[in-house]
């Protein structure tokens, strides 16, 4: 009855990706052995992509926090004034290109990892909120009516009815953050944050296409892996009962 | 029991949805709050568990002001069912239908066992559904389940809001004879909103029918349909409130207890005699311990010589608690004009004659 994907389609493509990604990564990498070729060694990539990794990691994790508790804030009625606010700036925020951001902020802030997780902060935040705010908005009143009816506190209907049946939501928030982030971590390279976008940027620089697809193809590959990771996350936290009920509305 | 006094509602904006309102329910009665869309009706309603703040007035409780309690407690300790059902979609049957003991801290094994009685109690078979989820009912069992769920806690009064209201006409009626025989054993303290004239007659020990925001009459529905106490009343009843009232009345109160009748091994001169006697064409026919066997009639007496071989056996039989519309039906869908009154064994009690009927009919449209 339940209308699952099989495991293996689901996650067919994103691994036949991230294998074609790596894949060029390793045959650009071995081009270096042989001497024409200006290209990072698997030292150097290794370090970037660590670097990578704990810029989208720590940016994520706090526009986590945030990004729940301010979506969370805009959703409660008694804060309604507020609302308009937060999400007007969210939506203004999303059109500000990446670039200048980064430039503006790398100014202000130094060129560095600091400046870079700051960045890529205020990115990802932005999704967060919107989703939050909109999967809350989604509740049907009248089952939180119900709830507080029979006796629930304000506390118990966020945490038993509203939480729950936001989360789906609240988690493709998180998932299409974390997957901007990655890319926009690449850009964070111009202001020496370090990681992959490094990598490119250099190759940019000096001219050499090789460099620009090792930092690329790392960076895609990258993308896909933790998107992948994230829908599975999201796929085992939505609760039972709202997945039978999509199930149901499919066949319906 | 709930008493209201005075009770008023001004929204913020002015309107006044609840003017004065003053009446009383008593334990164990179902109250219909009654009245077209926009009545006040379901903000009265939701006064009671404060889901709605009263503007000034009282509501009490067993004799306590509703606003000196608690008020998670206040609800906890009624059921609440909604027009909307709102069922938690992301939990199970079950859970769903231990909210409130949840809430309270049952322990798990006594929560599951409520909830398997509750599940049986609305008349579903809870190894099949308990553990299912709403999306896999369909709606009908969600009315079920939701009125389930409001009972959760054994909650002395109820507060229900329309909630056999989304669903078709075929299975909200069973939905209402099951909730009869249902409260004939639980014996709550109920407020029921609906706007429907027929699911209030039929459900409601008394009916309290409003009309923008005033109480227009309080009465038990026959009450009500037979002396409305001005034009909206009598408007809204409707032009067939006769007919309505026809369902409020049983047979038990119009039958006639001792009819003539024959012995099935009478002969069947004597039979000829008690029909004369009778002013009858038809007879009732018992055999030796007042078992029901069927007519006879005039027109038959000549075609055998004993009783026995003519008896015509009855279409149908109506008892004592067969309310009158059906009655009246089963009466017209048979050639006897008469209706045979038997109890559960089918001994016969008594008689119903369309004479007293139709008697019954004129009483209500007169009074």
Same mark, same amino acid.
């Given at each position: 009855?339940?209308?699952?994907?099989?495991?293996?389609?689901?996650?067919?493509?994103?691994?036949?990706?991230?294998?074609?990604?790596?894949?060029?990564?390793?045959?650009?990498?071995?081009?270096?052995?042989?001497?024409?070729?200006?290209?990072?060694?698997?030292?150097?990539?290794?370090?970037?992509?660590?670097?990578?990794?704990?810029?989208?990691?720590?940016?994520?994790?706090?526009?986590?926090?945030?990004?729940?508790?301010?979506?969370?804030?805009?959703?409660?009625?008694?804060?309604?004034?507020?609302?308009?606010?937060?999400?007007?700036?969210?939506?203004?925020?999303?059109?500000?290109?990446?670039?200048?951001?980064?430039?503006?902020?790398?100014?202000?802030?130094?060129?560095?990892?600091?400046?870079?997780?700051?960045?890529?902060?205020?990115?990802?935040?932005?999704?967060?909120?919107?989703?939050?705010?909109?999967?809350?908005?989604?509740?049907?009143?009248?089952?939180?009516?119900?709830?507080?009816?029979?006796?629930?506190?304000?506390?118990?209907?966020?945490?038993?009815?509203?939480?729950?049946?936001?989360?789906?939501?609240?988690?493709?928030?998180?998932?299409?953050?974390?997957?901007?982030?990655?890319?926009?971590?690449?850009?964070?390279?111009?202001?020496?944050?370090?990681?992959?976008?490094?990598?490119?940027?250099?190759?940019?620089?000096?001219?050499?296409?090789?460099?620009?697809?090792?930092?690329?193809?790392?960076?895609?590959?990258?993308?896909?892996?933790?998107?992948?990771?994230?829908?599975?996350?999201?796929?085992?936290?939505?609760?039972?009962?709202?997945?039978?009920?999509?199930?149901?509305?499919?066949?319906? | 029991?709930?008493?209201?006094?005075? *009770?008023?509602?001004?929204?913020?904006?002015?309107?006044?949805?609840?003017?004065?309102?003053?009446?009383?329910?008593?334990?164990?009665?179902?109250?219909?709050?009654?009245?077209?869309?926009?009545?006040?009706?379901?903000?009265?309603?939701?006064?009671?568990?404060?889901?709605?703040?009263?503007?000034?007035?009282?509501?009490?409780?067993?004799?306590?002001?509703?606003?000196?309690?608690?008020?998670?407690?206040?609800?906890?300790?009624?059921?609440?069912?909604?027009?909307?059902?709102?069922?938690?979609?992301?939990?199970? *049957?079950?859970?769903?239908?231990?909210?409130?003991?949840?809430?309270?801290?049952?322990?798990?094994?006594?929560?599951?066992?409520?909830?398997?009685?509750?599940?049986?109690?609305?008349?579903?078979?809870?190894?099949?559904?308990?553990?299912?989820?709403?999306?896999?009912?369909?709606?009908?069992?969600?009315?079920?389940?939701?009125?389930?769920?409001?009972?959760?806690?054994?909650?002395?009064?109820?507060?229900?809001?329309?909630?056999?209201?989304?669903?078709?006409?075929?299975?909200?009626?069973?939905?209402?004879?099951?909730?009869?025989?249902?409260?004939?054993?639980?014996?709550?303290?109920?407020?029921?909103?609906?706007?429907?004239?027929?699911?209030?007659?039929?459900?409601?020990?008394?009916?309290?029918?409003?009309?923008?925001?005033?109480?227009?009459?309080?009465?038990?529905?026959?009450?009500?349909?037979?002396?409305?106490?001005?034009?909206?009343?009598?408007?809204?009843?409707?032009?067939?409130?006769?007919?309505?009232?026809?369902?409020?009345?049983?047979?038990?109160?119009?039958?006639?207890?001792?009819?003539?009748?024959?012995?099935?091994?009478?002969?069947?001169?004597?039979?000829?005699?008690?029909?004369?006697?009778?002013?009858?064409?038809?007879?009732? *026919?018992?055999?030796?311990?007042?078992?029901?066997?069927?007519? *006879?009639?005039?027109?038959?007496?000549?075609?055998?010589?004993?009783?026995?071989?003519?008896?015509?056996?009855?279409?149908?039989?109506?008892?004592?608690?067969?309310?009158?519309?059906?009655?009246?039906?089963?009466?017209?869908?048979?050639?006897?004009?008469?209706?045979?009154?038997?109890?559960?064994?089918?001994?016969?009690?008594?008689?119903?004659?369309?004479?007293?009927?139709?008697?019954?009919?004129?009483?209500?449209?007169?009074?």
């Amino acid at each position: 009855m339940l209308n699952k994907e099989s495991p293996l389609k689901q996650y067919l493509l994103p691994l036949v990706l991230v294998a074609v990604a790596i894949g060029v990564t390793v045959w650009m990498t071995s081009l270096g052995q042989v001497g024409l070729y200006f290209v990072a060694t698997p030292g150097q990539l290794l370090k970037a992509t660590v670097v990578h990794i704990k810029l989208v990691v720590a940016a994520e994790i706090l526009a986590i926090l945030i990004g729940i508790s301010l979506g969370f804030v805009t959703s409660r009625p008694k804060l309604k004034f507020v609302s308009p606010f937060i999400i007007g700036f969210v939506n203004i925020g999303q059109t500000i290109p990446t670039l200048a951001a980064i430039a503006i902020l790398g100014i202000i802030l130094g060129f560095g990892f600091l400046a870079g997780v700051i960045v890529l902060f205020v990115y990802a935040t932005l999704p967060i909120v919107r989703n939050t705010h909109a999967g809350i908005k989604s509740v049907d009143p009248s089952i939180k009516e119900a709830g507080r009816g029979m006796g629930m506190t304000l506390s118990q209907v966020t945490q038993r009815v509203e939480l729950p049946l936001a989360l789906p939501v609240i988690m493709a928030g998180i998932r299409t953050s974390t997957v901007i982030n990655v890319g926009t971590a690449a850009v964070a390279g111009m202001v020496g944050a370090g990681g992959l976008g490094e990598v490119i940027t250099m190759g940019i620089a000096v001219r050499h296409m090789e460099l620009v697809i090792q930092g690329a193809a790392l960076t895609a590959a990258l993308s896909i892996l933790l998107d992948a990771l994230l829908a599975g996350l999201e796929s085992w936290m939505t609760p039972r009962g709202l997945k039978v009920a999509k199930a149901a509305a499919g066949v319906l | 029991m709930i008493e209201f006094e005075q *009770v008023t509602k001004v929204y913020p904006d002015g309107t006044e949805a609840v003017k004065k309102v003053t009446f009383k329910v008593e334990k164990g009665e179902t109250c219909i709050l009654l009245g077209p869309s926009g009545c006040g009706k379901t903000t009265l309603m939701k006064m009671v568990n404060r889901l709605i703040p009263i503007t000034s007035g009282k509501i009490l409780i067993e004799g306590v002001d509703n606003t000196k309690l608690n008020e998670v407690e206040l609800r906890r300790g009624m059921g609440y069912a909604i027009q909307d059902i709102g069922l938690f979609p992301h939990i199970t *049957v079950a859970e769903n239908v231990v909210t409130v003991p949840n809430l309270l801290g049952w322990p798990k094994a006594k929560k599951r066992q409520r909830a398997a009685e509750l599940v049986e109690l609305v008349g579903m078979d809870p190894v099949e559904v308990m553990d299912k989820y709403p999306a896999e009912l369909s709606g009908g069992q969600c009315q079920r389940i939701g009125v389930a769920r409001c009972l959760g806690a054994d909650p002395p009064i109820l507060l229900m809001d329309e909630p056999f209201g989304a669903i078709d006409p075929i299975t909200r009626e069973r939905l209402q004879d099951e909730f009869l025989k249902i409260q004939s054993k639980i014996k709550k303290t109920i407020v029921f909103v609906t706007h429907d004239i027929n699911e209030a007659i039929k459900i409601g020990d008394k009916i309290a029918l409003l009309k923008e925001g005033e109480l227009v009459q309080y009465d038990t529905p026959a009450a009500l349909l037979s002396k409305p106490k001005n034009d909206f009343v009598a408007a809204f009843v409707g032009a067939d409130r006769a007919l309505k009232g026809l369902r409020l009345t049983k047979v038990e109160e119009v039958m006639r207890t001792s009819p003539p009748m024959v012995k099935v091994d009478e002969d069947l001169a004597v039979v000829n005699r008690r029909m004369e006697e009778a002013g009858t064409k038809w007879l009732m *026919v018992v055999g030796d311990d007042r078992k029901f066997l069927g007519w *006879v009639g005039k027109s038959y007496l000549e075609k055998s010589d004993r009783l026995k071989d003519i008896i015509i056996p009855p279409a149908a039989t109506a008892t004592r608690s067969t309310i009158l519309s059906d009655a009246l039906s089963l009466m017209l869908s048979s050639v006897i004009g008469n209706l045979a009154i038997v109890d559960d064994n089918g001994l016969l009690e008594g008689e119903l004659v369309f004479d007293d009927l139709y008697k019954a009919l004129r009483r209500i449209n007169v009074e």
